[in-house]
DNA sequence: CCCTAGCACTCTCAGGGGTAGACTGCTAAG
DNA sequence: CTTAGCAGTCTACCCCTGAGAGTGCTAGGG
């Protein structure tokens, strides 16, 4: 579809046309159009406005006699043409501004907070990615002697704590195993989390079965790591909020979602590829991955200093209130951001 | 309610009603159930019985010429009524053994796994709660200084493992920090979580600013583990299934399960009082949180050797096959046990 | 005394017509 | 280019009806 202009007044009406949309889910009629806009023209004038848009392929029409609703098409041209730097209510500002005004110090614990701190603010379900840590430091590892086993303990440099537990090997005794974690801790020791998986990986291949095991454990942890510490790497808040979209949604949409969130693989490639340099809003059929579910993913990436680390979303129908979700995660991932920055010197 | 015999031609009408709507989801009607008990009477001698029982509380009518349904109390009865030990399909007895036929170190990643197991097993949502910590040992105690603060690091006699990060006080330098560390490691080692905790609490009644917000910390986190180690304490699988059902429920039921869900303290309540000895049924308003919503809730505890770790459960619509979920829940909590037992020893 | 056949009765559900209302799209005039 | 006016279209709703499902009751039979 060649980008072209639309004519301010076009565009006027097609802004109408949405929020008017998003916030009573009724299709929107010439009449009701004239009277918001404000235009000053009548509704025959926006009529023809209205079969424009139709034929440009932004709206549609439920049948002959109802109003219109806008496509994904539309949904995309209204989001491009809004004003940069959207506005939030009060509240929600408000609802920010108090969250970030704690100390914080656990990134993880923050995120998790973060995502309810979205969904409640948006009303709608959100999800945060915290970060990759492919290239996080690794502060220290330990082998520990348990009653059912060994425990594997590695610490990255931001505190992110992952583990595996392992079977005890017979043939190793105490020493054996003293001597194994400090070789470990050689090799790995202020190694970012790739680098340590991938030296992990060498130590294994030239070892005896019994360190072989616990070298391909530590390497499995490291993989872990990678895609984000700790046993979820994937945080999820307000799922109860789609209960209540759900009326509107069509059956598989609302399971679909659901298996997706459930399944952090299947979210990380929701938010993959979708989270650009600001602020990604992808409409509907949009993305890759959902087919044609009736869905919309505003999503912003935060950073520490100047290396991407993570990302807030929020998920919702595509008939949401972009302009309030937009400004909310945009303010969020900023905020996050600081304090990413801030934790990080 | 008087406990009272019911004779058994009514228990038997009575589980062809349930088990007859729980298939079909439609009111069941006097001739259906004729045929389906094989009693051997006519649908006028079945009407007299339905009629009897719908007098005594157990079914009840949509409108006259309607079939019946079972009521909260109804199914009550029903599940009381059942023969102990019910049968599981093959594929589902197949399917829980084949999990539990992988070695497994890390309880944790086992209850992960059998949140998943279960809701696919029966189809609805499923719950579990790991081991509550509280008894448990505390193997190692650990204070990482990291770029960004200070780690406080706690690892149980299981494996579990629980941290805090902390504002690095300045004014203790690297020498009060490995007194700190050991002077902790030495009041709490070997002990078990809670005393862990009341130890660490007294200490921080009496010691400097900077140390008491070491301990305070700490105290925190032994907290924490009380409940349950890491940073979830219920597991959770399998909501999507809850999304299919949720046509047959009624609105808030939904959204407030979802709610529940989402929330860890309510879940816990939820599961809290209703795990008793063996395997417990709660059904619709039966449980005292959950107010007059249509779930029902099968849950199981799991032990190590003789003491009480944790549970799981089953959530899903009152209308449930009741006998292929209790007996999935037991078959599970029985190798649970087994394992948990394993890995203690 | 319990069971059963039969029947009148009740109530829902699906379908059909008929109407009001909501919008549109077109046309002709400003 | 805009607008008023109007015919046309389609849905949503209501009402009605008939079919069907299922009950409750009664009277007769083992």
Not at 213 to 237: C, E, N, P, T
Request: hydrophobic share 40%.
């Amino acid at each position: 579809m060649v980008e072209r202009e639309l004519g301010t007044r076009k565009t006027e009406v097609l802004r109408a046309v949405v929020e008017e949309f998003v916030r009573t889910g009724e299709p929107v009629g010439s009449e009701t159009v004239a009277e918001r806009t404000g235009l000053g023209v009548s509704s025959a004038t926006i009529r023809n406005e209205l079969a424009a848009l139709e034929e440009l392929g932004y709206l549609s029409h439920p049948h002959t006699s109802a109003g219109r609703i806008p496509t994904d098409a539309g949904y995309r041209r209204y989001v491009d043409a809004l004003p940069p730097g959207g506005r939030m209510r009060d509240t929600q500002r408000r609802a920010i501004a108090g969250f970030f005004a704690e100390t914080m110090l656990d990134l993880e614990d923050v995120l998790k907070g973060t995502t309810q701190l979205l969904s409640r603010v948006t009303q709608y379900a959100s999800v945060a990615v915290p970060p990759s840590g492919s290239s996080e430091l690794v502060a220290r590892t330990e082998l520990i002697e348990l009653g059912s086993g060994l425990l594997l303990l590695v610490v990255g440099q931001r505190g992110q704590v992952d583990k595996v537990m392992i079977d005890r090997p017979d043939e190793l005794d105490a020493e054996a195993l003293a001597t194994l974690e400090r070789s470990l801790a050689d090799r790995v020791k202020d190694k970012t989390i790739s680098e340590a998986r991938a030296e992990t990986l060498k130590a294994a291949a030239g070892a005896s079965e019994a360190e072989r095991r616990i070298f391909a454990a530590a390497a499995d942890v490291f993989g872990d790591m990678q895609v984000g510490a700790g046993s979820h790497h994937v945080l999820i808040g307000g799922v109860a909020n789609l209960a209540d979209e759900a009326a509107h949604w069509r059956r598989d949409t609302v399971r679909r979602l659901f298996e997706a969130l459930e399944h952090e693989s299947e979210m990380l490639e929701l938010l993959r590829d979708v989270t650009a340099e600001d602020l990604t809003v992808t409409i509907g059929a949009e993305h890759p991955h959902t087919g044609d579910w009736e869905a919309s993913i505003v999503s912003a990436p935060f950073r520490a200093g100047s290396t991407e680390v993570g990302a807030v979303g929020v998920v919702g129908p595509t008939a949401m209130d972009y302009v309030g979700v937009m400004a909310s995660v945009r303010a969020v991932a900023r905020r996050l951001s600081e304090l990413a920055t801030e934790l990080d010197a």
